[in-house]
């Protein structure tokens, strides 16, 4: 299905100026903090986020229903044969990943419904229920594979992961990135239905999974976030770096007494960081927090292609050490430990004694 990228034709269109915007505000902040430092000032240049492998290496392969099984399916109480004939379509033989979660998930409702049926039948053959037994487990073993495949191989996820996206704006409202969170909700939750009690998943009506399949294409939320953490990374890392730097140099305050350039160095921290750093970086880190929580849910249910596992244990996992968000955090903490340190050495630290 092809969707009207609104939000994402605005956020192209408004790149450059979102670039410009960013780029400016941490300029500003990082050099200033450089400048009354008297250290050299050098602008931060992010790390650009890993590239999504190609579609070959992200699909996993699933277990078909062996030559011959099919026809025992012709009963009426399974009710089956619309689904496999809607399958076996032209349509069905090159359905997007949400057409094939949406499939696989009616067949497996309707297959968990039947057995227990079949079997309790006294008038259908031993060999009839033993087959039966077995597609159900095939697709039960399935699933996995299939809310994989249906989560992180379509056009959606593709759109989300495309490195042409500028990060996010400085102005860009955050409650326009909620659809695309929810649509990865409703994917955690599918995700832990199917792998811990498979037998109470039900299908999601169509309109639904189309919705949030829709809102992750239209409001891409991947790159735009990862370059996000990167530019806060490089630049958090930048200023750390340059109080440590001054710090080991020479002491910026003597005996905790504040001086003209301790006003200036918090003046800086409370004009550009608390202000206007401050504010971007809250915004990023809720839905950076948000997304990896429910992608590190999702990926540790479900199997990883061996040949793809660096890029998601850095875009998906937080708990990975090589994760975006784990740098980021790293990074962050730097950051305020360095400032703590100088404002403390001023002793300019809130709560403190002006």
């Known amino acids: 299905m092809q969707f009207i990228p609104i939000l994402l034709i605005t956020l192209i269109l408004s790149g450059c100026n979102t670039q410009s915007d960013l780029d400016r505000l941490f300029n500003d902040y990082t050099q200033g903090v450089a400048n009354i430092l008297d250290e050299e000032w050098k602008s931060a240049i992010p790390d650009s986020p890993p ?15 062996r030559e011959g099984l099919i026809e025992v399916l012709d009963l009426s109480v399974c009710n089956l044969l619309p689904l496999i004939a809607q399958k076996n379509s032209s349509l069905g033989k090159v359905a997007p990943p949400s057409q094939v979660l949406s499939y696989e998930l009616r067949f497996y409702r309707t297959i968990t419904d039947c057995l227990p049926l079949v079997l309790n039948d006294k008038n259908i053959d031993l060999a009839i229920k033993e087959k039966i037994q077995a597609i159900h487990r095939t697709k039960t073993d399935n699933l996995p594979a299939v809310l994989w495949n249906a989560f992180y191989t379509g ?9 042409n996206q500028p990060p996010i704006p400085l102005d860009q409202p955050e409650q326009s990135y909620h659809p695309a969170l929810s649509a990865l909700e409703l994917f955690n939750n599918l995700t832990n239905i199917a792998t811990l009690n498979p037998e109470t998943l039900k299908p999601i009506d169509t309109q639904t999974l189309e919705k949030s399949y829709e809102s992750l294409y239209t409001a891409p939320l991947g790159v735009p976030l990862l370059k996000s953490l990167l530019l806060l990374e490089a630049s958090l890392n930048n200023v750390a ?88 955090i790293r990074a962050r903490d730097r950051h305020t430990k360095a400032w703590q340190r100088i404002l403390n050495q001023c002793n300019l630290m809130p709560g403190n004694h002006d």
């Open 241 to 328: 770096h340059t109080i440590e730097s001054r710090l080991e140099r020479r002491p910026l305050c003597f005996k905790d007494m504040r001086n003209p350039k301790a006003d200036i160095l918090k003046s800086i921290f409370t004009q550009q960081y608390a202000l206007k750093v401050q504010p971007y970086l809250s915004k990023v880190d809720r839905l950076a927090s948000r997304w990896y929580r429910l992608h590190q849910s999702t990926t540790s249910h479900l199997p990883v292609p061996s040949e793809i596992s660096d890029y998601v244990a850095q875009v998906f996992q937080r708990n990975a050490e090589i994760s975006l968000w784990n740098r980021y």
């Open 51 to 65: 590239p999504l492998p190609p579609q070959r290496l992200r699909t996993l392969v699933t277990t078909e229903i």
């Open 155 to 163: 056009e959606e996820i593709e759109q989300s992961l495309a490195l």
